[in-house]
Antibody, heavy 120, light 107 residues
């Protein structure tokens, strides 16, 4: 069974930092292209960024609102995906989901998400 | 980045109705278009990928069509469990992008 379990969310002040983790199991994580998708309260889905597998080049891409502030990384030895968030803004408040691309660009499996609240 | 625009933003329908949601891309995305369903408090669920392929386990009343810039999601015979928000998403070029969502409500 595929499992994606996010952790690390919480309350942080504007300008602060937070690191999210996503523990993956039930599929070949080292071959997986992975994403972080967020959803602000009452709003739609927004892709944060994407990381390819090492075999695919291991490259990352980010959405404009987070470029330069957020960094996605992975540790294939631990089957874990990370999201380092710096210079947080109130508009970054959202539930952050870890998502596996079961086909290129297709979000077939989602974690339950972890809530990040940015507030003073 | 490719912009995805859904219409309508919301609609009211009755059980048994045929419902159509459209999604337009800001440039051609071939058939690289996926649809998701999200119920309140739940994680999004993949319904359709590459425009018209039904994800395993999804009822056949859901169907997708289109190519290029214009796509549709059709629910043939709306069921009570189908009241939800639906999102399209392009998988043609990185960064992948979503439409703003269409909320299907009970009339």
């Amino acid at each position: 069974e595929v499992q994606l379990v996010e952790s690390g969310g919480g309350l942080v002040k504007p300008g602060g930092s937070l690191r999210l983790s996503c523990a993956a199991s039930g599929f070949p994580f080292n071959d997986a292209w992975m994403n972080w998708v967020r959803q602000a309260p009452g709003k739609g889905l927004e892709l944060i960024g994407h990381i390819k597998s090492k075999a695919g080049g291991g490259t990352t891409d980010y959405a404009a609102p987070v470029k330069g502030r957020f960094t996605i990384s992975r540790d294939d030895s631990k089957n874990t995906l990370y999201l380092q968030m710096n210079s947080l803004k109130t508009e970054d408040t959202a539930v952050y989901h870890c998502v596996w691309e079961t086909r290129p660009g297709v979000f077939g499996s989602w974690g339950q998400g972890t809530l990040v609240t940015v507030s003073s | 980045d490719i912009q995805m625009t859904q219409s309508p933003s919301s609609l009211s329908a009755s059980v048994g109705d045929r419902v159509t949601i459209t999604c337009r891309a800001s440039q051609s995305i071939s058939r690289n278009l996926n649809w998701y369903q999200q119920k309140p408090g739940k994680v999004p669920r993949l319904l359709i990928y590459t425009a018209s392929s039904l994800q395993s386990g999804v009822p056949s009343r859901f169907s997708g069509s289109g190519s290029g810039t214009d796509f549709t999601l059709t629910i043939s015979g709306l069921q009570p469990e189908d009241f939800a928000t639906y999102y399209c998403q392009q998988s043609h070029s990185i960064p992948w992008t979503f439409g703003q969502g269409t909320k299907v409500e009970i009339k």
